[in-house]
């Protein structure tokens, strides 16, 4: 249920990058709890003295296993000490993989403890629910999945175009490096980011070449012509398209040549991204490539 500044105001819009200090504490808080009540002990169980059964989550051996796989993490998880870079995203796709509901089926008296069976399917759910709430409330652009892997939002905009798009273009490399754009950009981790702008530019250079035509200058001509029969507008996309493909030879998007422009900055890699996805959608819409 939303909050009542969230009925009044609307919901904070989610433009960070980056896992702030109160995002930090309710992530650590949501496995804590979790870590207590015996969530993770399916996974990494502390069993009954007398064999009977798991009764919680051995944290010890969790903590041993974080720390095998995030060597940045510390052990047992500060809420004070937020983790750099991308580790907490890490952190939270390792808790979702290994959490389960726990459910009592029986009491040992004599150690005053429970005995749990685990409910994986209704445990990630509500682990998950827990998570994008921390991002949505701290204006964070991730979101976990159900498939247990955190992704990046992009702009709203941008975002209802990506998740709509439907890529038939009866070219398979063309819908493949189409659909692999997609999913690279969605990613939270920026290298994977960058990968998903090149294969958006690898597809923008097959795209050209889609229609019949004796070179590449007419194939683009053709499905231009395609886009808009008005003269000014087809002007426009022409001009668009020459600019964006001399973007892609000048910046270090598809060449790695020396002497090429670096897009460093994240903000840079969204604005041509949806610069160049804008074109290519209403290409394919116009020549009946869905889109």
């Known amino acids: 249920m939303p909050y009542f500044s969230e009925r009044v105001l609307g919901a904070a819009p989610r433009t960070i990058e980056e896992i702030t200090p109160g995002a930090w504490k309710g992530l650590v808080a949501a496995i804590e709890v979790r870590i207590r009540n015996g969530s993770f002990g399916n996974s990494f169980p502390e069993q009954c003295p007398d064999g009977r059964g798991v009764t919680g989550t051995d944290s010890r051996l969790m903590g041993d296993a974080i720390q095998g796989q995030f060597r940045h993490l510390t052990w047992p998880l500060n809420a004070d000490e937020r983790t750099g870079g991308f580790q907490a ?39 998950r629910e827990d998570v994008n709430k921390v991002f949505a409330r701290n204006g964070l652009a991730f979101n976990l999945e159900e498939n247990g892997q955190v992704v990046r939002l992009a702009s709203p905009v941008l975002s209802e175009a990506l998740s709509s798009a439907v890529f038939t273009t009866g070219d398979l490399k063309l819908d493949e490096l189409l659909e692999t ?51 000014t507008f087809r002007g426009l996309l022409e001009e668009e398209a020459r600019a964006l493909t001399d ?18 900055r994240s903000e840079h890699v969204d604005y041509l991204f949806h610069r160049l996805f804008a074109i ?7 020549s009946g490539r869905g889109g």
């Open 89 to 127: 995203l890490d952190l939270v796709e390792f808790c979702y993989e290994n959490v389960a509901c726990p459910r009592q089926y029986g009491h040992h008296s004599f150690f005053g403890h429970d005995h749990l069976a685990f409910d994986v399917d209704q445990g990630r759910t509500e682990f």
């Open 247 to 264: 973007v892609g030879n000048s910046f270090m998007i598809r060449h790695t040549e020396t002497g090429k422009t670096p897009i460093s």
């Open 280 to 286: 290519i959608r209403l290409l394919l819409r116009s």
């Open 181 to 231: 754009a997609r999913v690279k950009f969605l990613s939270h981790e920026p290298a994977i980011r960058q990968e998903g702008l090149e294969k958006l530019w690898d597809a923008w250079e097959r795209l050209k070449t889609i229609e019949p035509g004796k070179d590449k200058r007419e194939s683009v001509s053709r499905i231009l012509d395609k886009a808009s029969s008005e003269l």
